[in-house]
């Protein structure tokens, strides 16, 4: 067993201000264990993600993998000038892929009035509104540039280097713990596909990544390909259909459940090649389309944490291999430090919220760890069952719910100490019972019917007005839904 003492943790570090920062933060004070939390943040404002930057699409003129791995990026590279306009995948017309009730934080409904599937900006109001009694915490206009154990080999301590303000002041300051909470919507992951690298460089005028795209006006009266099957390759290949030339082309490994059966789309499997000097694409059931004016990737992104010292080896795999994390959190050789929100295809406020419970707890002594060999024993049967790539962090549902229902059920596991007689006392995840893994499995079907109300769907409020009711009887024992 991995046993933190209690007190031997007090001051601790949290990169970034987004959603699962500002829970971590919210469930740490909640342990009143430590003495000092300190959120960096390089925006000028929290919501991480949910800030939109309305800058214009940006061509993709580099191939991810090909050029700069994330593994090679230095913190010190991205744009210290002005840090409030940093890209977010922002663009207009977002609204959210989860009804409220299932994205919110678990003691912070959305406003009364909020449409079933929120907006960008509802959602980055919710945000401020979260956050408004831990804004003291956060040091705004700050990006970490390194983290690395103390020099001091008889400290088990972090140093922290971050850049402060426009001018780019080195600030240093030691930490018992580090929380990685820096998301990971930043760097763009570009698929191998045959001739992608000399698209690139042929015409990189006409390739995008789905992280710089804003709206699709740039789009209008071309003739355009989307690869990718994701939600917001669904959502933004609605709003292209509308403008480009139709049909829109979508090229993915399986129809995404939140794409719906638009006349003014023509889909295709796999993408195989790509031939600049035709401007054509062939797939793979050997189908060509010819004459592509722009093709718009939203083929997700890879895992970057740029700050972290290279002596602390995370990233594998161009961005995309398996973290040395337990339980998608710890670090294994280094359980002071935390990620929070690695896994994909997730409902993410209410999961960061189920691991920042377990990091305080453990932190604060209140919970052991297993041994390293038990860790690396919990990471070698989820390479097993799911490879050691992209599947290792995909909890597409109902392993998410599986997942959080374990993460809550760990915290309450948590023991008294000398200054926690009781050992429930701190802050508790989100309980999830039949109801809310059912209103999970069904999001993408009622994300479907909200769509097809089109510009009423604004009036929308509630999944029964789209014609879903909740029956526990079509649950199985697990809480989630009986398959037709």
């Known amino acids: 067993m991995t046993q933190i003492s209690p007190g031997a943790i007090k001051h601790i570090a949290i990169i970034g201000a ?14 009143d264990a430590f003495s000092k939390i300190t959120i960096y943040e390089q925006r000028d404002f929290v919501g991480g993600i ?3 930057t309305p800058l214009p699409p ?5 191939v991810n993998g090909h050029v700069t791995r994330p593994s090679e990026q230095k913190a010190i590279d991205v744009i210290t000038a002005n840090l409030a306009k940093l890209n977010t995948p922002m663009y207009e017309g977002l609204e959210s892929n989860l009804p409220h009730m299932l994205m919110q934080f678990s003691d912070t409904p959305f406003p009364e009035g909020t449409q079933l599937f929120p907006t960008r900006e509802t959602v980055w109001r919710y945000l401020q509104d979260y ?4 804004n003291s915490m956060i ?5 970490v540039v390194d983290v690395r154990p103390s020099r001091d080999a008889n400290l088990h301590a972090w140093e922290v280097t971050a850049k402060a303000g426009a001018e780019g002041v080195d600030e240093v300051e030691r930490f018992d713990a580090v929380i990685a909470a820096n998301g990971h919507c930043d760097w763009p992951m570009l698929p191998e596909i045959e001739g992608l690298d000399a698209w690139s460089k042929e015409i990189p005028e006409s390739l995008y990544h789905s992280v710089s795209y804003k709206n699709a006006n740039v789009f209008e009266n071309k003739r355009v390909l989307l690869v990718g099957g994701g939600p917001s390759g669904a959502d933004i290949g609605r709003q292209v259909a509308k403008v480009c030339v139709q049909p829109l082309l979508m090229a993915q490994i399986e129809k995404s459940p939140y794409q719906t059966d638009e006349p003014d789309t023509r889909d295709y499997p796999t993408l195989v090649e790509l031939i600049p000097e035709e401007r054509a694409a062939r797939f793979e059931d050997g189908s060509i389309e010819r004459d592509i004016d722009a093709i ?18 995370t990233i594998k795999d161009e961005g995309i291999g398996a973290l040395p994390l337990y339980q998608y959190v710890f670090h294994m050789q280094h359980p002071t430090l935390a990620f929070v929100e690695t896994p994909e295809m997730i409902v993410p406020f209410p999961l960061a919220e189920c691991q920042a419970a377990v990091i305080a707890r453990v932190w604060s002594g ?3 760890l297993p041994s390293l060999h038990d860790m690396e024993d919990w990471r070698e049967s989820v390479v097993r069952e799911r490879g050691d790539g992209r599947g290792f962090h995909s909890l597409t549902p109902p392993l998410d719910l599986e997942y959080m229902k374990a993460m809550y059920d760990w915290s309450l596991k948590a023991k008294a100490t000398a200054t926690c007689e009781n050992p429930v006392r701190g802050k508790l995840p989100k ?3 039949a109801k809310s893994c059912w209103l999970r499995m069904m999001a993408p079907e009622m994300k479907k019917a909200f769509g097809a109300r089109g510009e009423e769907r604004s009036n929308v409020l509630s999944y029964e007005e789209l014609g879903f009711e909740f029956d526990k009887s079509e649950m199985n024992t697990d809480g989630i839904p009986i398959p037709d």
């Open 58 to 62: 940006k061509p993709q003129e580099t």
């Open 431 to 433: 309980y999830w019972d």
């Open 131 to 134: 956050a408004s009694d831990i």
């Open 366 to 368: 209140r919970l052991t």
């Open 139 to 143: 040091r705004f206009g700050h990006q």
């Open 18 to 31: 987004g959603p699962s920062g500002l829970a971590t933060a919210k469930y740490l004070l909640a342990e």
């Open 296 to 313: 718009i990737l939203c083929t997700g992104y890879a895992y970057s944490f740029p700050f972290l010292a290279p002596t602390l080896p």
């Open 50 to 52: 949910w800030n939109y």
